[in-house]
Structure formats: structure tokens, C-alpha cells
């Protein structure tokens, strides 16, 4: 079981940065790839980025490569993304979640935290 606490989001001007952090529980997280994803109102949630266990890999949708960026403290269990150049259409709420594949698919994670509000305010 890994249970994850999202954390770090909040309200801020287009073209600022915030870090989120994923706070995990559980052994089976080290050996766990994390993703973020986001969900706007009225959206469906979609991928933002990925991580695998060791860091090694990393993947991002197109929409925030260069702006956003996925790392991870395993010594804390801790996942992180950094976010800059915020954009109006970055505000939504952002989930991490884990699981055993390395992929951008929402369906191939088990473990869900309960989400992070961002708002960025043009």
C-alpha cells in the first residue's frame, strides 16, 4: 500500500513558479513510478509528467516540456514538480499518483493522493 499527500499549489500570477510535492507513505513507493497529472473543471485529467523509481527516465506532455520539471527524493519519499512560466491554462488541480509501470497512462496507476488546487491568474 502507498498512500501520497499532495501538497504546494495555490494561487498565482502567469509567469510565476511553484514546486507541488508528493509526500508518499508505504515501502512499495522507492520502488514505485510516480506521475502527475492535472484536471481542470469540466476536463477530463490528463498526464503532465513522469518519473521511474530510480530517476533514470523522465516524460512530460508537450504542453508543459521546458516549462515543468518531475524529480524525486527517494531518502524522503518525496516527489516534486517544479513548475515554471505558469500559464492561466495550467490552473487546475493536480494529482501525483504511483504505480509499477513507467507510463502516461492514468489507468496504469493504482495509488491516487487527493490533489493539489493551482490557479494561475492572467
Known amino acids: 500500500q502507498v498512500q501520497l499527500v499532495e501538497s504546494g499549489g495555490g494561487l498565482v500570477q502567469a509567469g510565476a513558479s511553484l514546486r507541488l510535492s508528493c509526500a508518499a507513505s508505504?515501502?512499495?513507493?522507492?520502488?514505485?513510478?510516480v506521475g502527475w497529472f492535472r484536471q481542470a473543471p469540466g476536463k477530463e485529467r490528463e498526464f503532465v509528467a513522469a518519473?521511474?523509481?530510480?530517476?533514470?527516465?523522465?516524460y512530460y506532455a508537450d504542453s508543459v516540456k521546458g516549462r515543468f520539471t518531475i524529480s524525486r527524493d527517494n531518502t524522503k519519499n518525496t516527489v516534486y514538480l517544479q513548475m515554471n512560466s505558469l500559464k492561466p491554462e495550467d490552473t487546475a488541480v493536480y494529482y501525483c499518483?504511483?504505480?509499477?509501470?513507467?507510463?502516461?497512462?492514468?489507468?496504469?496507476?493504482?495509488?491516487w493522493g487527493q490533489g493539489t488546487q493551482v490557479t494561475v491568474s492572467s
Open positions: 518519473i521511474t523509481w530510480s530517476s533514470s527516465s523522465t
Open positions: 499518483a504511483a504505480g509499477r509501470l513507467f507510463t502516461h497512462l492514468r489507468n496504469a496507476y493504482t495509488y
Open positions: 508505504g515501502r512499495a513507493f522507492s520502488s514505485s513510478a
